[in-house]
């Protein structure tokens, strides 16, 4: 990149933590073209190397920002970590909030690319161009101890992501956690860190984005804050801002798809007692957001515990019969601390009692996860807990990766979202929530699997570009990639519209399944778990849960594989790899 | 699909948008594995090369019905390329609207690429949706609600200054003499006592249905709301209030739910008016002369021009009908901090820009004549005020 490079930094750090060299590379102005930056280049870099299994050195750890990260555009602080997953063996990008990726830019840096494995534990300590690989003694500390002993008396100004024990124990579940309440949770990303003896990265940056043109992309922030400003779900009184993600959780409820004793029902009779406004109450918790961010979605208690997402509300109570708000609190916290994924632990636990029988108490609940992440089977997940007892049905997951907490029963566009996801079991690769519940951009029929193939592919393909520019994608409950494209050609000078971004993310999303592919997924992993099927989930109140029609599942499916350009198998093809200018090295082709 | 297509193409017909058959009627597209109209006609064949080049799933074209078509077609000759209204359904959601000279896929293309609708003097207007074709409807109504508004109010500036050309005088003079005859009668609504949950959201649909029928609001904007006790029942957010069967939310006032996430986005304006005053209900359409009325200033120098519809210092009024700046929702600039007082006084209040909110002290009835009153009398206003200056 030139020195007139506006947006991106132009560089990308290569590390390697067994020699511990490292190397600044510059990457051509068509790759960002290409694929943006965050996901997108993550994927971009992880491709050659998806088939290596997490313990091979050469399998990189990527840590990308995007080219809106550090300016003023609206909820441009979130980033990318990426990898293969331990866990269900796919590919593994989590969005990470906080201020890792805006530090990462601020220091000249597109992306890091981490591979080898270090002799002994090491933490990067990244101080704009200066870069350093630490042996560090903070191996087997809780994240919260790290976070304390490395952000010193100027917290604002550094970034700090870690592991917890969960991950130095080899639970394949561990996340990585970034300052403080911010995680990248899911798919065992912290164990390919662990893998690597990677504790943890630091990052103070003093530079600055450049943007192209301020003025168009203060009309963008302008345009964005007020679509944002007009969304309930949002900004509105009952919305993120206010209450969290938590918010939902009543919604989830009345809706009756709370999933409920391991997704065996869907209506949990002590939810109205254990909703947002119940921990507001009791806790009063604080504001908290991301970097440049201006919803703040996140909630801090005054004791410093971050407040439960909405997912953990849900799975931690409902999921395993827990009836105790303080048990949840204390069972985040703990999560948290190990640096272990809250979804897959709640499901997990869940697994553990149906096929058990036993219920949990507050003692037995905090001492099944502590053991999880200090090395117990639980840790390995709930498909692996479950196949060992011969009981593979009774794992609530795709792809290995456990189900969030939106029964599909009770929205059809989720059900496929669920199957078709790339990593997995997540609800958040098209969220179709946003309109057979949020009602936004306009209500769907949650019943109904009529038109939902096309709908989640483009949200896939949406949220490609969203997590590659960066943003965040609770901003397109109210704003749409016609605000952001106007914001990212504002700052990067290259002019692209909302639609030319589509076609962007189209490319970040088939690059993931041929990466899928080659590890040898196909449509027996785009499937759901049998009890979706052939059990109904818990009608009344007007409203029937039935269980999905299994036909028209599977044509929905054959519809989605139509539009996503794959073969019958759900595998990629030669034809529209070469489309997307994806042919090289596709592996993973038919 | 299909029945997704052919439920709001008769929508647009039944609310006056597009005729309701032969080639003027909407002609709407649903694409999931297969593409299908809700009818056939021989531009669909130019219309789908239109789904090969943008992500979408719907695509929506329609000639409007009179005076609509008139209105779009003069707009498109003065503004040739953008039509930059100053409403708030433009300025929050469409931003502008492009025109394009051409009925090619290309040429459509190009244009939705960047906007939501696009309008092609002598054909229509062309919209989309990615997840319904719900979104297409809603974007040509807007489109030719904001076109409307910015004749109409162009038409009033331009006499201000004295320089009505001969064009848009014939236009207007046109434009005005099909424009259909204001109603005068409101409906007989359910009347109290609303004593059950039952009651009050049949009441609250009959209401929506009535303001929709009157032609006070246009697609899925506008709301209403009932309180029983401490709970307000309120139309949720995007719902049309043709259809609000299953789409109204009971919302706590003391927060203990927040099953207001899928409320609409002035339930905080609506609570604060229930606090400030003893009503009932509340109703906010988007009649189309109470927003020009709105918008209409004679102060054409004033330093804060281009920002009126949020940092509006006058105290204005419409026939004593308190007119207050205010943004959709939440925020530092929101409605919710200008229109609730205005309401509570006034038991009406027109937001700059956007629409008309009214309060009924018992039923539906009194809001509903209220809302009538002030748009008939915006557009008598209206006229009375344009003679004046010509």
């Known amino acids: 990149m030139s020195q007139t490079t506006f947006g991106w930094t132009g560089k990308v750090l290569l590390i390697d933590l067994a020699t511990q060299e490292m190397a600044a590379q510059y990457p051509a102005p068509a790759l960002y073209k290409k694929f943006i930056g965050g996901k997108g280049l993550a994927g971009y870099y992880l491709r050659p190397y998806c088939t290596l299994e997490t313990t091979e050195p050469d399998l990189p750890v990527l840590v990308f920002t995007g080219p809106l990260n550090g300016t003023i555009a609206p909820t441009s602080g979130r980033g990318t970590i990426m990898s293969r997953s331990p866990l269900t063996g796919a590919i593994c990008d989590a969005s990470v909030g906080g201020k890792l990726a805006t530090q990462l830019k601020r220091a000249g840096w597109d992306g890091l690319v981490i591979t080898g494995i270090s002799r002994a534990p090491v933490g990067i300590e990244i101080v704009n161009d200066d870069v350093r690989i630490v042996e560090t003694d903070l191996w087997g500390e809780t994240c919260d101890v790290v976070f304390d002993r490395l952000e010193g008396d100027t917290p604002s100004a550094v970034s700090v992501a870690t592991i917890g024990p969960a991950a130095e124990n080899g639970a394949s579940i561990a996340s990585v956690m970034a300052d403080h309440h911010h995680a990248a949770g899911r798919g065992g990303l912290g164990l390919v860190w662990a893998q690597k003896n990677l504790k943890y990265i630091s990052i103070r940056g003093t530079g600055k984005t450049r943007v192209h043109d301020m003025a168009a992309l203060k009309e963008a922030r302008e345009e964005i804050l007020r679509l944002t400003a007009a969304s309930p779900a949002l900004l509105g009184q009952h919305g993120f801002s206010c209450w969290g993600t938590g918010s939902i959780f009543d919604l989830m409820d009345s809706r009756r798809m709370m999933p409920t004793d391991n997704f065996s029902k869907t209506r949990f009779p002590d939810a109205p007692r254990l909703n947002a406004a119940a921990y507001q109450r009791t806790y009063k918790p604080k504001r908290h957001g991301c970097k440049g961010c201006h919803i703040l979605c996140k909630k801090v208690a005054p004791d410093g515990r971050a407040m439960p997402e909405f997912e953990t509300m849900s799975h931690f109570t409902a999921l395993i019969g827990n009836t105790d708000m303080d048990l949840v609190m204390q069972a985040n916290d703990l999560c948290n601390r190990l640096g272990m994924d809250t979804i897959s632990a709640g499901a997990t636990l869940a697994c553990y009692r149906e096929i058990t029988g036993e219920d949990f108490t507050p003692r037995t609940l905090l001492k099944t996860l502590y053991d999880m992440g200090s090395g117990g089977f639980l840790g390995k997940g709930s498909l692996d807990f479950a196949e060992s007892c011969r009981q593979s049905h009774r794992s609530m997951s795709v792809k290995g990766m456990e189900l969030s907490a939106y029964d599909p029963r009770g929205a059809y566009g989720m059900s496929l979202a669920y199957a078709m996801s790339t990593r997995g079991g997540c609800h958040l690769r098209a969220y179709p929530v946003s309109h057979e519940i949020l009602r936004k951009p306009v209500a769907t029929d949650r019943f109904t699997f009529s038109g939902k193939a096309r709908i989640v592919k483009i949200a896939e393909d949406a949220n490609a570009v969203v997590d590659s520019l960066t943003a965040c994608k609770f901003t397109f409950f109210a704003a749409s990639l016609e605000e952001y494209a106007k914001a990212f050609t504002a700052v990067t000078g290259v002019p692209a519209s909302a639609h030319e971004l589509l076609e962007t993310g189209e490319r970040i999303y088939y690059n993931e399944r041929i990466m899928n592919a080659a590890n040898g997924f196909d449509a027996c992993d785009d499937d759901l778990p049998p009890r979706f099927f052939t059990e109904p989930g818990t009608s009344g109140g007007g409203i029937e849960i039935n269980p999905l029609d299994r036909e028209e599942f599977l044509n929905a499916r054959k519809n989605y594989y139509a539009i996503r350009g794959l073969d019958e198998e759900g595998r990629p093809t030669r034809d529209k790899a070469r489309e997307l200018g994806l042919e090289t090295d596709a592996e993973g082709e038919a | ?390």
Not at chain 2, 256 to 284: F, K, N, P, Q
Request: proline share 6%.
């Open chain 2, 1 to 390: 699909m299909k029945p997704l297509c052919e439920k709001y193409a008769a929508k647009m017909a039944a609310q006056g948008l597009t005729a309701a058959d032969g080639p003027d009627s909407a002609l709407i597209g649903g694409l999931d594995a297969q593409l299908v109209w809700n009818r056939d006609d021989s531009r669909c064949r130019e219309l789908a090369k239109v789904f090969a080049g943008l992500s979408i799933n719907s695509l929506v074209f329609a000639r409007p019905a009179e005076p609509y078509a008139t209105i779009i077609d003069f707009l498109a000759a003065r503004y040739p390329e953008i039509i930059r209204p100053e409403d708030t359904e433009t300025r929050t959601f469409l931003h502008d609207i492009p025109v394009s000279r051409d009925f090619t896929a290309e040429a459509i293309v190009a244009a939705l690429k960047k906007r939501k609708a696009v309008i092609i003097p002598g054909q229509g207007i062309v919209s989309y949706g990615t997840v319904s074709p719900e979104q297409g409807f809603v974007f040509f109504s807007s489109t030719v609600f904001a076109c409307f508004v910015l004749f109409f109010s162009d038409y009033m500036t331009a006499a201000r200054r004295g320089d009505i050309d001969k064009d848009y005088r014939a236009a207007f003079e046109a434009v005005v003499a099909q424009l259909p005859e204001p109603r005068t009668e409101p409906p007989a609504l359910a009347t109290e006592p609303l004593d059950s949950e039952d009651a009050i959201l049949a009441a609250m649909a009959e209401a929506g249905r009535a303001v929709v029928s009157y032609g006070l609001v246009d697609s899925f904007f506008g709301n209403l709301s009932w309180r029983d006790k401490d709970t307000v029942y309120i139309s949720q957010t995007g719902s049309s209030l043709d259809e609000l069967e299953g789409c109204i939310d009971p919302c706590p006032m003391d927060n203990s739910t927040t099953h207001g996430l899928t409320a609409s986005s002035e339930l905080s304006a609506h609570e604060d008016v229930y606090r400030r005053a003893d009503v009932r209900c509340i109703l906010h359409g988007h009649p189309k002369f109470s927003v020009i009325m709105s918008m209409d200033c004679d102060k054409p120098d004033c330093e804060l021009r281009g920002q009126c519809h949020v940092k509006c210092r006058e105290c204005r009024t419409m026939d004593g009908i308190p007119i207050v700046p205010g943004e959709v929702g939440t925020g530092p600039t929101g409605l919710c901090n200008t229109l609730p007082p205005a309401v509570a006084s006034s038991g009406a209040a027109i937001v700059h820009g956007h629409g008309l909110f009214t309060s009924g002290a018992r039923d539906f009835n009194d809001a509903f004549k209220t809302l009538l009153a002030v748009e008939n009398r915006a557009r008598a206003l209206y006229f009375e005020r344009l003679h004046s200056l010509l």
